[in-house]
């Protein structure tokens, strides 16, 4: 079996869709486990503009756009190289 080299090309793009594509998903499905906005001890402590988010949620949701930026990263690069592919096919 002899590959030419647009077809390595499809298939390194190929590969690299269905890392994106894992990586988004995880994310996607992927909830957090844990306390979201920190609770006031007390009465005169209660804030009603906005709840205060904690710093592991935030530490988590960062983490989480991280892992998405990557996997749309290599999602747009596996459709880029399977465009170059075929284009040089």
């Known amino acids: 079996m002899d590959l030419s080299v647009s077809q390595y090309v499809v298939i390194a793009g190929l590969v690299c869709d269905v890392i994106g594509c894992v990586l988004v998903a995880f994310e ?32 988590w949701e960062k983490c989480k756009h991280i892992v998405m930026a990557i996997g749309l990263f290599f999602l747009v690069g596996g459709f880029t190289l399977q465009g170059i592919g075929t284009a040089i096919q």
């Open 28 to 59: 996607v499905i992927n909830r957090f486990k844990g306390q979201i906005v920190e609770q006031s001890q007390k009465l005169e402590d209660l804030d009603f503009s906005r709840p205060v988010l904690t710093s592991e949620y935030r530490k």
